[in-house]
């Protein structure tokens, strides 16, 4: 039966209601389906659940603040939250206010797209030490995220390095060398932007265990880092040795990539005393193998080893660690090498922190709801918006196809089932007019300060504001 045979036949049969679609996770993935099922099959009924009080996910609380053109996207989502037929409930947490099997009892399918919110971890000596800090839990703390709004970040020192080279890596980087007066135009929390009015930091590492030409952060984060007034970007020439040979036969992204570091190495290189410079420096051919500590457990620095790349055809070389070792000292490191998820419900099987699944479908139980997943969460935290886009559309489809196939007659309950569960556990769900209160009430704290929005950091703040 095809996606609009479908749709009539849901909308005039009196035999059967619309099928009941729950998604868990308000963030990209989550909304990115809704938007695909509700503009293919009109007779459908969605709920999406969400830990938080409040939608978006990782567009609210991992999107730096100063891209808020990337965040024009919350438009889009807001327009499909706004449809009689889906609904937002925020403040419900998956195996503590309801168990999955029971969302797989209630629903004809349910779809897991609560992304990646825990980091990996190094798993070398004195990972624990003062003022080694997750990247995740820094970005959550400048973006509002509730439980990370109290980090101790100490920004006293002169040197912060940040292990990993992605785009999370470069967002940290320039955060920390951002102009406060920039930063004061965007959404930044206040407690982030009072602190960093504060720093004495002057340089940042970023601190990568393969070369130039293995980069994982993309051009447009380079550029703006290369762009920011006061601060000077150096680069270490011996990393660069023959690069500009291979350039020619790179793809393109890598190429125009690979051709800006070196544009850059070629501009002024000089280290001055100006008190208002600050530096950039990324570090390629480097692995860390300790924290550096004092008696404290205070870091005091890191203990690299060198590397190098072997192979003989560019995209098969391995990186293998030398016997050189190197020392840089430094007063905070960032560790940001990726994000992994959460075993959310004891139901579900995590393979190096990613739900098995075959193209977006977990399994199939007998007289249970079909159980999907999507984003981060079934594919691992890899790729831009775009990509968690194109693999929430794919995995969207497979359940439309799904759905027009199957011989159901869509008779299960959906929420009005799920709210009496939810409710013994949690009194304080929060629908979309709640979070709308909320988004007002961030936005009128921001036109005082000059700022877009002042985010509300406290979840009993939230559903305070979304209940009044």
């Given at each position: 039966m095809?996606?609009?045979?479908?749709?009539?036949a849901?909308?005039t049969?009196t035999?059967r209601s619309?099928?009941?679609?729950?998604i868990?996770?308000?963030?990209?993935a989550?909304?990115?389906a809704a938007?695909?099922l509700?503009?293919?099959?009109e007779?459908?009924?969605i709920d999406?659940?969400?830990?938080?009080?409040?939608?978006?996910?990782?567009i609210r609380?991992?999107?730096?603040p100063?891209h808020?053109?990337?965040?024009?996207?919350i438009?889009q989502?807001?327009?499909?939250?706004?449809?009689?037929?889906?609904n937002?409930?925020?403040?419900?947490?998956l195996?503590?206010?309801?168990?999955l099997?029971?969302?797989?009892q209630?629903?004809d399918?349910?779809l897991?797209?609560?992304?990646?919110?825990?980091?990996k971890?190094?798993?070398?000596e004195n990972e624990?030490?003062?003022?080694?800090?997750a990247?995740r839990r820094?970005?959550?703390?400048?973006?509002g995220?509730p439980?990370?709004?109290d980090?101790?970040?100490?920004?006293?020192?002169r040197t912060a390095?940040?292990?990993?080279?992605?785009?999370?890596?470069?967002?940290?980087?320039?955060?920390?060398?951002m102009?406060?007066?920039?930063?004061k135009?965007t959404?930044?929390?206040?407690?982030?932007?009072?602190a960093?009015?504060e720093?004495?930091?002057?340089?940042v590492?970023?601190v990568?265990?393969?070369?130039?030409l293995?980069?994982?952060?993309?051009?447009?984060e380079l550029?703006?880092q290369l762009?920011l007034?006061?601060?000077?970007?150096?680069w270490n020439?011996?990393?660069f040795v023959?690069v500009?040979?291979l350039?020619?036969?790179l793809?393109?992204?890598?190429?125009?990539?690979t051709?800006?570091?070196?544009?850059?190495?070629?501009e002024n290189?000089?280290i001055?005393?100006?008190?208002?410079?600050?530096y950039?420096?990324p570090v390629?051919f480097?692995?860390?193998n300790k924290f550096l500590v004092d008696?404290n457990n205070?870091?005091?620095?890191i203990e690299?080893?060198?590397?190098?790349?072997?192979g003989?055809?560019?995209?098969?070389?391995?990186c293998?660690?030398?016997?050189?070792?190197?020392?840089?000292?430094?007063?905070?490191?960032?560790?940001?090498?990726?994000?992994k998820?959460?075993?959310?419900?004891?139901?579900?099987?995590?393979?190096?922190?990613?739900?098995?699944?075959?193209k977006?479908i977990?399994?199939?139980?007998?007289?249970l709801?079909k159980l999907?997943?999507?984003?981060?969460?079934g594919?691992?935290p890899v790729g831009?918006?775009?990509?968690?886009?194109?693999?929430?559309f794919?995995?969207?489809?497979?359940?439309?196809d799904?759905?027009?196939?199957?011989?159901?007659?869509?008779?299960?309950s959906?929420?009005t089932?799920i709210k009496?569960?939810?409710?013994?556990?949690?009194?304080?769900v929060?629908?979309w007019?709640g979070?709308?209160?909320?988004?007002?009430?961030?936005?009128e704290q921001?036109k005082?300060?000059?700022k877009p929005?002042?985010k509300?950091c406290?979840v009993e703040?939230m559903?305070?504001?979304?209940?009044?």
């Open positions: 095809t996606y609009k045979l479908l749709k009539r849901l909308s049969s035999y619309r099928p009941q679609v729950c868990v996770g308000a963030g990209p989550g909304f990115y938007m695909h509700t503009k293919k099959l007779s459908v009924n999406i659940l969400e830990k938080l009080p409040v939608p978006f996910g990782l609380y991992g999107v730096a100063d808020p053109e990337v965040k024009n996207v438009n989502f807001t327009k499909v939250a706004q449809q009689p037929n889906v937002f409930y925020g403040n419900i947490t195996g503590k206010d309801v168990h099997h029971q969302l797989r209630h629903y399918a349910v897991l797209s609560y992304g990646a919110e825990e980091d971890t190094l798993g070398i624990d030490a003062t003022n080694v800090i990247a820094f970005v959550g703390w400048y973006n995220l439980w990370d709004k980090l101790k970040v100490d920004l006293s020192g390095v940040i292990l990993g080279q992605g785009n999370v890596a470069l967002d940290v980087a320039r955060i920390l060398l102009p406060i007066d920039e930063l135009k959404d930044i929390t206040e407690h982030a932007l009072s960093l009015s720093s004495k930091l002057k340089e590492y970023l990568g265990r393969r070369g130039p293995q980069v994982a952060f993309t051009i447009k550029r703006e762009k007034k006061n601060c000077r970007t150096i020439e011996k990393d023959n500009d040979k350039v020619p036969d793809p393109r992204p890598r190429k125009r990539l051709e800006l570091m070196l544009k850059s190495l070629n290189q000089t001055t005393d100006n008190d208002q410079t600050k950039f420096k390629f480097r692995s860390p008696q205070q870091l005091t620095g690299l080893t060198c590397t190098k790349l072997v003989d055809k560019l995209e098969e070389q391995r293998v660690p030398t016997e050189e070792r190197d020392i840089l000292n430094c007063d905070l490191a960032f560790r940001s090498i990726g994000y998820s959460i075993q959310a419900d004891k139901d579900l099987i995590l393979n190096h922190g990613v739900v098995e699944n075959n977006g977990v399994e199939d139980s007998a007289g709801g999907y997943v999507a984003g981060w969460l594919t691992g831009v918006i775009l990509h968690t886009m194109g693999n929430a794919q995995v969207a489809k497979i359940m439309l799904n759905l027009s196939n199957t011989d159901n007659n869509y008779n299960k959906g929420f089932e009496k569960i939810i409710s013994e556990n949690n009194g304080n929060i629908d007019g979070w709308e209160k909320i988004d007002r009430f961030e936005k921001g005082v300060k000059g929005r002042e509300v406290s703040k559903i305070e504001i979304a209940n009044n």
